[in-house]
């Protein structure tokens, strides 16, 4: 059966190249009689989600063209496991296997070990995702016993010295509201506070 294969290299800067990558990983191909292979290569941080060469290759495999995809190393494709592990699961709803030789990895539907390590990379990336949740929680805990003002400056005091003037001329809420064009619960609260 004829597979579509896709190389996938990625360097981090210009200065390095992707030759050895694209040596080692044609060499697995032509072992496996592997004739349409296509390369995509990107010139970017791993920790970078969008990427010219990524998008496209995940536009390919969302539209059921790619059967193979071959990598050097999983840092090339992804550094960050919750972004890992959300392509892995495109790869597996795709019926896309993601191999990697260098690192003993296959995750084609004919290796029962590949949904045990997908499953397994979910967990961690879930725990990942609880422990930074927790931290930020303890950041913005902390920020507040220290009195530091969380979240969007209110806009109301831009109004309050208007409302003012126009309270004092004897106007109602609702006719201040519509003449500033604010919700009338901004002001009935700016009116409050006088």
Request: net charge positive; charged share 20%; proline share 3%.
């Amino acid at each position: 059966m004829k597979q579509t294969v896709v190389i996938y290299t990625r360097v981090s800067t210009d200065k390095q190249t992707t030759d050895s990558q694209i040596a080692s990983l044609r060499e697995y191909c032509a072992r496996h009689n592997w004739q349409d292979v296509q390369v995509i290569t990107d010139t970017i941080s791993g920790s970078k989600i969008s990427r010219k060469g990524l998008d496209p290759l995940m536009k390919a495999v969302r539209a059921g063209k790619v059967d193979v995809v071959l990598c050097y190393n999983l840092d090339r494709l992804g550094r960050s496991l919750s972004h890992l592990v959300q392509l892995l699961g495109e790869f597996a709803a795709h019926k896309v296997a993601l191999i990697v030789p260098g690192q003993g990895i296959n995750m084609s539907s004919s290796n029962p070990a590949s949904a045990l390590l997908l499953n397994m990379l979910g967990a961690i990336a879930q725990f990942e995702h609880s422990i930074i949740v927790e931290r930020v929680n303890a950041g913005l805990a902390a920020a507040r016993r220290r009195g530091v003002k969380l979240g969007r400056p209110g806009t109301l005091g831009v109004h309050r010295e208007a409302v003012a003037k126009l309270r004092a001329q004897g106007r109602t809420g609702r006719a201040i509201a519509k003449e500033l064009g604010i919700p009338s619960s901004s002001v009935f609260k700016l009116i409050a506070g006088l």
